[in-house]
């Protein structure tokens, strides 16, 4: 009798810094109702203690440079043993390096969950126009662009009222070194992923309404 299919799980959000992972990450999760893993957004917070791995990761997140592979692998291997992963979960801005990329799919492919791998491609100047225009609520996390979503009261979030702000590591310089380092590291995650036999689905990250391509997403998992 042939093998049943692995149930896809895990859903893999990978593609350049302002792809749009984390506005479909956050789409995605209240329509399919998982949680959503930012390695990008641990991180900050981490960083938010004064101590001295808080201030190696400010240094390192404020120059575009990423963190070492044993500190994301750590910080996701413990947030998917969690209760709320066991339905499934969406991982944005990780696995980000082919070490990464190496340990999380050993450890998927040991506790026998499925996986799927949704690559965002846009063009780099459609990049850096986003990210120039990206503001982002420090108390709520609610993220608004000027120009394709702005908030309806100048500098203040819709949803709470606190100031907006701008990413330290959105700066243009700290963009463009942001960029190198997708070329370098995670770009060829994707010859890995394809010479995988993972599930890896291009689609088009820019064109259509994030809303839009979170549903073609959710159908494609579904
Ligand atoms: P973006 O995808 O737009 O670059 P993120 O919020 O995902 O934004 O990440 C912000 C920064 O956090 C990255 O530039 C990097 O310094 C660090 N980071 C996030 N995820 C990882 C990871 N998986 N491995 C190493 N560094 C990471």
Known sequence: MPDAPIPVRALILFGPPGSGKGTQARLIQQRLEIPHI????MLRERMLADDALGLSIKRLVDAGALVSDELANQMVEERIQRPDCAAGFILDGYPRT???AGAICRKLTLRGIGWVVVHLKVDYNEIISRLAGRRHCTQCGAVYNLTSSPPKTPDRCDVCGFRLAVRDDDAEMVVRKRLEAYDEQTRPLVEFFSAGGCRL??????????????????????
């Not at 930012?38 to 957004?41: Q, R």
């Not at 689905?201 to 579904?222: F, K, Q, T």
């Open 98 to 100: 082919l070490g990464q």
């Open 201 to 222: 689905l291009e689609m088009n990250g820019a064109g259509d309404s994030p809303a839009v391509i979170a549903r073609r997403i959710c159908e494609i998992v579904a």
């Open 38 to 41: 930012s390695t990008g957004d």
